[in-house]
């Protein structure tokens, strides 16, 4: 519910006032991001700008996604309908397959006078909207800066994953693109925040949004991180914020009594990982690297979320921008024994949502 009324308020904000008028909207979207942010009373994440954000803001405290799987969520979202009406409950079908009339918010904005585009993952992968939803090309690269090439920067790592996907495809063809085949669960470098993904990905969105603001209309913009997803790749300076042995483990490891037996699963997700037992228990030391890696990618994305607003303020536009950060949706963390999401229990549903406001 909380979603639709987020809907409803960038809606109004477009349609009833007048153009000169209209505010920008930076739209965030966080990929497996639970609410484990300061601001949602966690005592270990270290996240100062969301929590800035969300002390100037508004913070829903009790906002929830449509369903616990990218493709579904981030297009219910996007068309404030739900899965029923979508037709979207897996990620292996797109929206304008099943909906090919369906309006989408950028969409509408555009019919509104706004120029659109995104940088990173804002609908799931293959399912872009490209033609109907964006009306602008987005920076696609930074001179002098090299771009990265994949989720790892060390070679031992990308070595790994090359041979686990040449093994995978040998045994299950083209199956193995269907996330079966990887290399570590995390990683740690000694690298600038630019040589992973999300952060070469927040220069082009801080470039992208600078030239929307030449054209002097109203722009949405969108950037979606994809961590903390896995896999956990966080450069060591994010890493070093937390003490490994500070991080607390989760206490409630078993499913729940007479709970549904499908209501759970096996943490596929996390075992297809090289350095990942396929079954058996995650160990307390392993668990707590697990859940130090994820910390250490949302701290990185809480950084680079940062560089994003500071853009806004040496533009001189955060005074006429709205700023909207949410997660598509949780991440058990060992919670009920699963490592992963696509569960109906509140730590996979449940998730962060905070609006900012110039006013």
């Not at 829903?60 to 449509?66: E, P, S, T, V």
């Not at 493709?71 to 292996?92: D, I, K």
């Not at 058996?280 to 979320?305: N, W």
Request: hydrophobic share 40%.
């Amino acid at each position: 519910m909380r979603q639709f009324l987020f809907l409803a308020l960038l809606l109004g904000c477009a349609s009833e006032i007048q153009a000169a008028d209209k505010p920008n909207i930076l739209f965030i979207a966080v990929d497996d991001l639970r609410p484990e942010l300061g601001c949602y009373g966690s005592e270990i994440a270290v996240t100062p700008h969301l929590d800035a954000l969300a002390k100037g803001g508004l913070l829903f405290n009790r906002a929830y996604c449509q369903q616990a799987i990218c493709r579904p969520s981030r297009a219910s979202l996007m068309t404030g309908t739900r899965p029923e009406t979508t037709g979207l409950f897996h990620n292996y079908v797109s929206l304008r397959e099943l909906q090919p009339e369906i309006l989408t918010l950028p969409q509408h904005l555009i019919a509104h006078g706004y120029e659109t585009a995104y940088v990173g993952k804002i609908f799931h992968p293959g399912d872009t909207d490209e033609k109907n939803s964006w009306n602008r090309e987005p920076v696609k690269w930074i001179k002098g800066i090299k771009q990265p090439q994949g989720a790892y920067v060390l070679p031992e790592n990308i070595k790994l994953r090359n041979q686990n996907f040449k093994e995978m495809f040998a045994k299950y063809g083209e199956a193995a693109k269907q996330g079966l085949a990887s290399g570590p669960a995390f990683e740690k470098a000694d690298v600038p925040d630019h040589a992973y993904p999300d952060g070469y990905n927040t220069l082009l969105a801080i470039a992208t949004m600078k030239d929307m603001v030449k054209n002097g209309k109203p722009f949405f913009l969108g950037m979606g991180y994809k961590l903390p997803h896995l896999n956990w790749c966080a450069p060591a300076k994010y890493w070093d914020l937390y003490d490994p042995q500070k991080i607390p483990l989760s206490t409630d490891n078993d499913a729940p009594a007479n709970g549904a037996a499908m209501g759970l699963h096996a943490s596929f997700e996390l075992r297809t990982r090289s350095n990942i037992p396929k079954d058996g228990p995650i160990g307390p030391e392993l668990a707590r690297t697990l859940k130090h890696a994820y910390l250490a990618s949302t701290s990185y994305v809480d950084s680079q979320i940062g560089l994003l607003v500071r853009a806004l303020d040496d533009a001189g536009v955060r005074d006429r921008t709205i700023i909207v950060v949410w997660g598509d949706h949780g991440w058990h963390l060992g919670d009920m024994g699963v490592w992963g999401k696509a569960t109906n229990y509140e730590i996979a549903t449940r998730v962060p949502l905070m609006i900012w406001t110039p006013d």
